[in-house]
């Protein structure tokens, strides 16, 4: 019997479409930050002006205020670095701060239903790009709420002292070395404004770049083998989500990156949250070296005070009640994105409640 040999021209085009999908997966992901980038740069200015006039005189209007500017920076961290800020320079105090830094964490991942958005007006199912920053902003609600609670009284009841460290340099993330310079360039060329529309035009090309990178996974089936058995598994997730935002310093990156997976299959919505909830704990990291370089060890300690009760009640959630959690908010995700009116309205709720505590004095 005659052994058939390997043809070696089926095997070439086969490395040379990984090499391929490789080349647009990683352009897809610098522009992707890029877009990003550009984004946070163009709406900043919209916040300053918001700085200038608005009168913050009560923790309340506080937690309003870091959540509307997180809205408007399309971030969480530059609302985070202001309040420190704004409590080294004595405008606010650090209860103030403490609750400013947590409404910058709850309108953090507005970023990632923007982005699903946009690519459900690019012919994508709604059910599987809104939904996750659907998701995306009801987790950190479940979670940020009772932290702020816990924290809020660990800070007025001066149970926590002084926390004594040092940091010499912000924290920057490789990512930010390539990126950082050519947002630098656009924005010395380009005006504030015209920033948000370039930035959502690259985003639409980083859609474009993913895609081609990304193979079509029908039904959810995994292409990573036992590997991806294992990463399906909620402490894997939790992991990845706190490693990969350790990495991007960004946890509107890291979450973002969670739509065109999930889009095409590869990550479910039952797997990303527990992602999400690893994500919003790492994202402080680099709010705790700015805290040390502006605000001294005071901010350094509020920070980590947040940032601790946040992974307690994360951590909670992940070992004692996992299974009733998940349910309770996958079924809430799935009830408000099946309906338009719901949608609409858990949208509207999301922009009412912070501008009603913005004017709580």
């Known amino acids: 019997m005659e052994l058939r040999e390997a043809d070696p021209a089926m095997a070439q085009p086969r490395w040379r479409a990984v090499t391929q999908r490789a080349v647009f997966a990683l352009m897809g992901l610098l522009v992707f930050v890029l877009a990003l980038e550009l984004l946070k740069r163009g709406a900043a200015g919209y916040g300053r002006t918001l700085i200038a006039w608005l009168d913050i005189s009560s923790t309340a209007s506080a937690l309003g205020f870091g959540w509307l500017l997180a809205y408007i920076f399309l971030s969480g961290s530059p609302v985070a670095a202001v309040a420190v800020a704004f409590f080294a320079s004595g405008t606010i105090d650090g209860l103030q701060t403490f609750t400013m830094i947590t409404g910058s964490r709850l309108g953090a991942s507005f970023i990632v239903l923007f982005v699903g958005f946009l690519y459900h007006l690019r012919g994508h199912r709604r059910a599987a790009s809104v939904s996750i920053g659907v998701l995306a902003l009801l987790t950190p609600a479940a979670i940020y709420l009772p932290a702020l609670a816990l924290g809020y009284w660990l800070l007025s009841s001066q149970w926590v002292g002084i926390i004594s460290a040092s940091a010499e340099s912000p924290l920057s993330s490789v990512i930010d070395l390539v990126v950082d310079p050519i947002v630098a360039i656009l924005a010395s060329i ?11 035009l690259a985003l639409l090309g980083a859609f474009s770049l993913l895609d081609r990178a990304i193979p079509n996974i029908p039904g959810g089936q995994t292409v990573f083998g036992k590997a991806g058995q294992l990463l399906y598994r ?28 999930t889009v095409r299959g590869i990550i479910r919505r039952e797997n990303a949250l527990p992602y999400i909830m690893g994500a919003n704990i790492t994202t402080f990291i680099d709010t705790l070296v700015a805290a040390l370089i502006v605000g001294g060890a005071a901010a350094f300690t509020i920070v980590l005070v947040e940032m601790l009760c946040v992974a307690f009640f994360s951590l909670l959630a992940l070992l004692l009640f996992y299974r009733p959690f998940a349910r309770a908010l996958l079924g809430l995700q799935e009830w408000i994105v099946n309906s338009t009116p719901r949608l609409i309205g858990f949208l509207g709720v999301m922009l009412i409640v912070p501008l009603l505590l913005l004017f709580v004095r």
């Open 190 to 200: 380009l005006p504030e404004w015209s920033l948000l529309i370039v930035g959502a």
């Open 234 to 261: 909620p402490w894997a997730m939790f992991l990845l989500g706190a490693a990969i935002t350790s990495f991007t310093l960004s946890v509107s990156v890291s979450l973002s990156m969670l739509v065109p997976l």
